[in-house]
């Protein structure tokens, strides 16, 4: 079993930036793609980033997210971050952290969420 913890959201202005962070149980970065969802009320979960498994981490965004998010790693913390800049109201979701096996997509684990809310 793998635990994610979410954490770092919470309300801030568009334009302005939010640093979200996921940390995992065990070290699992180099067997699990580390994702980020999100999931506004009334539209399904999509996904916004993501970073592959192994030294270095391919990483792939969501084209209304491109240019703003970046996703990383630290390796020694367990932890995986979602970096978003110039936020828009179009960002305010529940975001949550995704560990996806490479080889047995059935190991899947989520997070609890966060609340991200972009408003004046």
């Known amino acids: 079993q793998v635990q994610l913890v979410e954490s770092g959201g919470g309300l801030v202005q568009p334009g302005g930036s939010l640093r979200l962070s996921c940390a995992t149980s065990r070290s699992i970065f180099d067997m699990y793609t580390m994702n980020w969802y999100r999931q506004a009320p009334g539209k399904q979960r999509e996904l916004v980033a993501a970073i592959t498994s192994g030294s270095g981490g391919r990483t792939d965004y969501a084209d209304s997210v491109k240019g703003r998010f970046t996703i990383s790693r630290d390796n020694a913390k367990n932890t995986v971050y979602l970096q978003m800049n110039s936020l828009k109201p179009e960002d305010t979701a529940v975001y949550y952290c995704?560990?996806?096996?490479?080889?047995?997509?059935?190991?899947?684990?989520w997070g609890q969420g966060t609340q991200v809310t972009v408003s004046s």
């Open positions: 995704n560990a996806r096996h490479i080889y047995s997509s059935s190991r899947t684990y």
